[in-house]
């Protein structure tokens, strides 16, 4: 199994009015291979097998081992998001650049069992959503130019990465970094690519959503899934690509492909979200202006493409404007007002004008993972120009609240506490019951309400797990429940009954 996880970059120093001090090496798109390179990250490299016809900087990368590294070893790092023992090994960290507004950095790992190559497989969708967060959730540091090395998490490193190449293509003035500004390089969401063959996984997450690959003129017969998730606030897509029928040329074709339209997405996304927030702001009829007119229309004009390689680009940029809109309805406004301000061509205007328009009646299903693996499942419905989120919780096979994330991450979290507690069996079963209760209450109550007993709930399993329960906050949290239960009538007796029956194990009588 493969999984590469990739952070784009986007470039917008063209669109700036003034010198940003931007090194001219190396000279992408063709830099020289084995010659040049970024300081602080290490040498281009060319591609043992090329790049792909009509995609600029596919051909030539910058290795990237110097710029971000794992903290510790990934050798030494333990590494169990599933039951099963396995090995992270990492196959390449590299830069790239089209030149232009376009760069990524992709990470690239093989997955191993830790002591038997094939022992853990094959692994089922709960284990799939482990080994992403596992992946996920890798230490790694990002080293930048003032001597501050930040270590963190894998899938929040793409602002320290973006903050490293500004730092490492930037000239230096009497042995001092020139002056910039961090929003010169902006980071996009994150992608994911799991490669897999068909013993390895026995059944994808069942969000999971098949994306057609016409690829009969090739002899492919492979299939793509697209799946989204949510960590950390992040949220990122993820693509599962069977690989069963061997066919090693069209199976690169199709990664790159993928990696290519997202960080083309991501970085026209970036670009779009600055021009709304003023802080690029480039003077009519000047370079800068110019430079953002040909970015705007050569961009949308690659992802408008119907097909590449064989692939359905329309259904690959329909599953990404999923996860995340290119800009949100409101912002899609003012982003308009703005490009009027520098003088847009009319063409590119309406193009822009188009391109952003939002869909109606579409609804995206994904998981929300964390340290304790399964969380619960977020669904986005949009209608109209309105986008309305829900998440449900899942207790074991069951879903038992859809409703305010709030609410629906502090009972989820009491509900992992209880789990993973020392307390008496009786305790921990009679907490269970309780949660699953205030959940199904919470869908009756008022917004405020549904988060004050959600509170109350996270207070009273506290105490209640506790080695010495504080008598004055399990009585003031139980009290808010039941007051929280009589305003909602027959529904929400279970939650009465079981708070009655919990007190004396606390020792009310």
Known sequence: MFIAIQFPIADCRAFVNSDTNRLSLPTWPLPKPDKEFIRGSGIVRQRRRGGLESWPGEEIYCRANRAIRFSP???????RPLEKDISFICAFRRFLCDGETLSRVEIGFLIRGHRFPTQFFPVDNQDILGLIN????????????DGINTTCELYKCGEQLAKHYLQATTQRVNSELAETEDWWLSPGNPLMLIEYKSHEISRLPKQAKPIMINTSDTGF?????????????KRLGVWFLDISDDNPEVIRRIRLHLFRIHAEKECLKQTLRLLILGSLQ???HTAASDNLQRYLKD???????????????????EEMLKVEDIVTPGERATLLAQLSKIDIRTTIYHNV??????????TQYYNIVGNDISVFIGRDQRIGGTQMTKYEIKFGDNNKFSGDFVVANSIQHSFNKISSSDASQEIKEKLKELSQAVAE??????HEKAREAA????????????????????EMSADGLVKAAETVGKVAVPVITIVMSLLPMLGIG
């Open 353 to 362: 004008e188009k391109f952003t328009a939002n869909t109606t009646g579409s």
């Open 282 to 284: 480039p003077r009519t």
């Open 221 to 233: 017969f492979g299939s793509l899934n697209h799946y989204g998730i949510k960590k950390g606030g």
């Open 455 to 474: 509170r109350d709930l996270d207070t009273l399993t506290n105490e209640a797990l506790s080695d010495k329960p504080r008598r004055k906050w399990y």
């Open 73 to 79: 070893f990934l050798s030494m790092q333990r590494i």
């Open 441 to 446: 209450m919470c869908e009756h109550l008022p």
């Open 299 to 317: 961009s949308m004009r690659l992802l408008s493409r119907e097909a590449r390689y064989h692939l359905s680009q329309s259904a690959l940029l």
């Open 134 to 145: 596992g992946c996920l959730s890798i230490q790694v540091r990002v080293l930048l130019a």
